[in-house]
Each structure stands twice: as C-alpha cells, then as structure tokens.
C-alpha cells in the first residue's frame, strides 16, 4: 500500500482549477501534501467541476485514502456597472453618483446594479470599491441613487467589486445562481458546501433547511457583522474559513491578526474545524518562491492552531500548484517540530464539558502524552468522538476508524486526523484486535508500541464514548 501518511497534522486545502485540472496533476498535489480540495463554484462550469470530482474520486480508491471535497459558492457578491470607455481617472474630492440607471457610466456617475444597496446606505456610509483601492463615503442620498465623495483612489474600472463595512444587507446569502449551483453540487457527492458572504445567524440556518444531511457546511467569515455574530454562528456551523481577502478589506487591516486568534479560538473551543485562506502563498502564482512575510503568515495560522491553510489561486491557475503545496507542508512540517509550538498548543485546553464523552476524550489526550502512545485512536460513527479530541490538540495523530466513507472524507479536514474507512466491529475485544491491526498497517504503530483507544458501547450510537483502553500492538 502506497504511504499517504503525514507527518504534519496541520492540514492543506487546495484549490482546484485551469492549472489543476488534469487527474495526473491532482494526483501529484494529493500526494505532494493536499488533504482536501476546494472546488470554486464562482469559476468554472457544473461539467467542470464533475469532471474533477470524478477524478479526485478515482484517486481516492486508485490509493485507498479518503479525501474531502468542498464546493465554495459564489454568494451575492456586488460589483459596480460599465464605464463608456471602460474606466475613469478619479481623484480625492470628486463626487461620483451611484444610480439605478444601467447606461454605461462616466466621471459623474455610475450605474450600481443593487438597489438593496442604495436603500440601506446613509449619509457617512462608506463605500469600497475594487478591493478597497478605491474609497468613497456617501454626501447625500436620493430616492434611486446617492452622492458620494472620494476619499481615496486613482482609477476605477468596470465592475470592480463593492464593499460595504459599515452596513448590514437585506439580502439571501444563496443568490439563484447560488441555488443552481448548490442543487449541482449536492448532486456530484461533495462533501462540504462553503456559504460565502454569511452576515447573521440566520443565513446558516436558511442554508441548513436547503441542504439538509446532504453535506456539512462551512462559513466563510467576509463580514464584519458575521464576526460580531461569531460565537452563535459558530455554534450553527459544522466548520469556518476565515476569507481575509474581503475581510480584509472591511475592517481595518491591523485587526485582522486578532481576529484571527478569535476565530481559531473560538472554533477550536467549539470542536469545529476552522481553514485560515486568502493570499497565503499569493506571490507563488507566478514566482516558485513564497517572500519570506508570506512564510511567516503560515507559520502564524499554524501556531494559532488552526485545523487547515488553504490555496487558492496559487493552485487554481498558478504557474507553481505543486510547489506551493510542497512549500506549505515543510512550514507546517517544521511549525510543527517546534518545540514552542507545542508549549503553544498545552497552553489553553478548552474545558470538557460536564459529561462523560468528554471527559474519557480529554483524558485520553493526556494518557497518550503520559505513556508515549503512537495513537489516539477512535471508533466513531458521526465523527462526533474525533471532534471531542481534535479540541485537545494531542501530541499524537488521531486514528480515526469509522465505517462511513463518508463522515472519514469530512474528518480530513481536522487537525491531526488520520481517517479509515472499515467495517464496523461487534463487540470489544473484536475493536482492539481491529485498531491494533489497522494502526499496524497503515504505519501508524509497530509492535510493542501503545495505543490509547477510545470508543463508545454499545457501539453505533452518536456521542456515547464511555470507554478508554491502552493497548500494545502486538
């Protein structure tokens, strides 16, 4: 059997796309480090997207692993209308009027596609547009348009994206675009939906009663209001992506390390898995090097004690895909060797709740660092009991056992989390006899060595651990 073992327990998210598109190249990228694949839903056809799923899905059996999927919706993503000439030269103090009339604009006006917008802003609404090159703040506000001022920018082109931080939107986190795309999506098998732009509680649970058991969700934090909503949405979620491009550019941009912490904390707390994303090794799209900041921003995410990292572009339509997953798994690699970054990790354990899953999976943490044990290893059959022990952060990988193919291509995106698919066993001599003999064959243990197993019994009930073992693999 072909080793897809990691070492790291950091995982790696990679987005697929025109570079990544052939089923020899998303070989290459599984084996040089990628744990899950993002599928971007705002590029791309529903024939595209299949066509890898497919081949991701052949790889997976071709090597016996399971690997998690995640198709990333585009949400009500805002953009500016036309220019005559394609663009206008702009300068602090000018006035530009955003209107509902959709002839192509000029230096006085231009056409914004999104009345919902113009109902909500007020006078000192600031407005941000192309990634925030372009700042404008509103003066006076009509019945179909508002007046506003620049604050700052040069140039301003067509449909350049707008952002609003200072207002909460009237409007659906799904767009009909988003529904299409969600239908299709659920119908290929993926594994996660990524819900972008969410805003309030309420649009995770609009998205649940759409989705249903189908698959897992993922918020995408973009929003300054999703943060002030962030401990109820996290409850609501199964997972989070902190986005910190349009996140970015909605707060101001030394808060963003702070938030940072405050979401992995807050996800790890809640034993939800949490992907730090956008322009992590951005500069690798064209150069086969990362800048030495942008190895620095890895190592960051990875000694906050995120559960993922991801790529975007970098492996989308990058000139370097396999490179910057390799680059990524030697930072979480050495990140993880580092033996701060362990004090980091036993600093702050969340507290177990008062009942006995986590309590046995808590002390199972502790028991595997006290007896030098390979493993932790768990029987789960919702993923709940890897869940409970992944928020310990244990010095050991987690063999995760579980006979839903399923629940172990979600686990993939857990930190530390190595998962197989087998057959469930009958009673408890027959589930260390089986986690003795996995953990052997996959290279997980060898003989004399010590496992620290946790499972619950009767077996195949959610959230019923009650019972811990130390076994030596014989």
């Not at 969700?217 to 909503?229: F, G, M, N, R, T």
């Not at 177990?352 to 502790?366: K, M, R, V």
Request: charged share 25%; net charge neutral; proline share 5%.
């Amino acid at each position: 059997m072909p080793d897809f073992k990691r070492t790291r327990k950091t995982k790696i998210v990679a987005t697929l796309g025109p570079a990544s598109s052939t089923q020899a190249m998303i070989k290459s990228l599984f084996e040089a480090g990628v744990d899950v694949f993002r599928f971007n839903f705002s590029h791309g056809t529903h024939e595209d997207h299949q066509k890898r799923l497919t081949m991701v899905r052949e790889i997976e059996k071709e090597t016996g692993r399971p690997i998690g999927v995640f198709a990333d919706l585009q949400g009500p993503k805002l953009r500016l209308g036309t220019f005559k000439n394609g663009s206008i030269d702009i300068s602090k103090g000018m006035r530009i009027t955003l209107d509902s009339d959709p002839a192509p604009g000029d230096e006085k006006r231009v056409y914004l596609p999104h009345p919902e917008i113009i109902d909500v802003l007020q006078v000192g609404s600031d407005v941000l547009l192309d990634d925030g090159k372009v700042h404008l703040r509103v003066v006076k506000k009509n019945k179909d348009s508002v007046e506003t001022e620049v604050i700052a920018g040069k140039k301003l082109m067509d449909r350049k994206g707008v952002n609003l931080p200072d207002v909460l939107l009237k409007v659906s986190v799904l767009t009909k675009k988003d529904r299409l795309d969600l239908e299709a999506a659920l119908d290929m098998g993926v594994d996660w939906i990524a819900l972008s732009f969410v805003q309030r509680p309420e649009d995770v649970t609009e998205a649940r009663e759409l989705i249903g058991n189908r698959a897992k969700i993922i918020v995408k934090l973009e929003k300054p209001s999703a943060i002030e909503h962030l401990e109820k949405i996290v409850e609501l979620t199964d997972a989070v992506m902190l986005a910190r491009g349009d996140l970015g550019v909605e707060i101001p941009a030394e808060h963003v390390p702070s938030v940072q912490k405050r979401v992995v904390r807050a996800c790890r707390q809640a034993g939800k898995p949490v992907i730090i994303a956008t322009q992590m090794l951005e500069s690798m799209i064209s150069s086969p090097r990362p800048t030495r900041a942008e190895a620095s921003d890895v190592a960051t995410a990875i000694y906050d004690g995120t559960d993922a990292v991801m790529l975007s572009a970098e492996t989308a339509s990058g000139d370097y895909p396999l490179e910057a997953v390799s680059i990524m798994d030697r930072i979480a690699t050495d990140v993880e060797k580092d033996s701060l970054y362990r004090k980091i990790m036993d600093a702050e354990h969340p507290d177990p709740e008062n009942n006995a899953p986590d309590a046995i999976t808590a002390a199972a943490s502790n028991v595997a660092a006290t007896i030098a044990a390979t493993a932790i290893v768990n029987y789960t059959t919702s993923g709940s009991t890897t869940l409970r022990t992944v928020r310990e952060r244990p010095s050991v990988k987690i063999l995760s056992l579980t006979e839903s193919l399923a629940v172990a291509r979600r686990l993939q995106l857990s930190y530390g989390v190595y998962p197989v698919h087998t057959a469930d066993v009958d009673n408890f001599g027959d589930m260390v006899r089986k986690a003795c003999k996995v953990a052997r064959e996959q290279d997980i243990a060898q003989q004399g060595q010590q496992l620290v197993i946790t499972a619950g019994v009767p077996f195949g009930h959610t959230g019923s651990t009650n019972i811990l073992r130390i076994a030596v693999v014989d």
